[in-house]
């Protein structure tokens, strides 16, 4: 299923920031993993940063200490808040959440993208001077 969760896509200099937010839906509210997947042009989805309900947390690499994944439970709400911005970051970028039914997922396959079965329908972050 896909629909319109995320927010906070745009233009962005180099180096800057952006925070994307991503609504869950009532539907998935219990959730057992929420995951920010990008795409970049001519390349597969990669999975970026994902959080399970319970609070624990994966980056990919090419991420790690740049991006930070956050959740609003009050809010069904999970942010990516991403700091030094670069043009490698240019992608669109999806919100994909785990059903809680699916059960837990293992730290190693916490961003696998075929673990995830509600997906947002992207935005776009464009770096560029």
């Known amino acids: 299923q896909s629909q319109r969760v995320e927010s906070g896509g745009g233009l962005v200099q180099p180096g800057g920031s952006l925070n994307l937010s991503c609504v869950v839906p009532?539907?998935?509210?219990?959730?057992?993993?929420v995951g920010w997947f990008r795409q970049a042009p001519g390349t597969e989805r990669e999975g970026v940063a994902c959080?399970?309900?319970?609070?624990?947390?994966k980056y990919a690499d090419s991420v790690e200490g740049r991006f930070t994944i956050s959740k609003a439970d009050a809010k069904n709400t999970v942010f990516l808040q991403m700091n030094s911005l670069n043009v490698e970051d240019t992608a669109v970028y999806y919100c994909?959440?785990?059903?809680?039914?699916?059960?837990?997922?293992?730290?190693?396959?916490?961003?696998?993208?075929?673990?995830?079965?509600?997906w947002g329908q992207g935005t776009r972050i464009t770096v560029a001077s």
């Open positions: 994909a959440v785990r059903s809680y039914n699916q059960g837990p997922l293992e730290l190693r396959r916490m961003c696998e993208e075929w673990q995830y079965d509600y």
């Open positions: 009532d539907e998935t509210s219990d959730y057992s993993a």
């Open positions: 959080i399970s309900g319970g609070g624990t947390i």
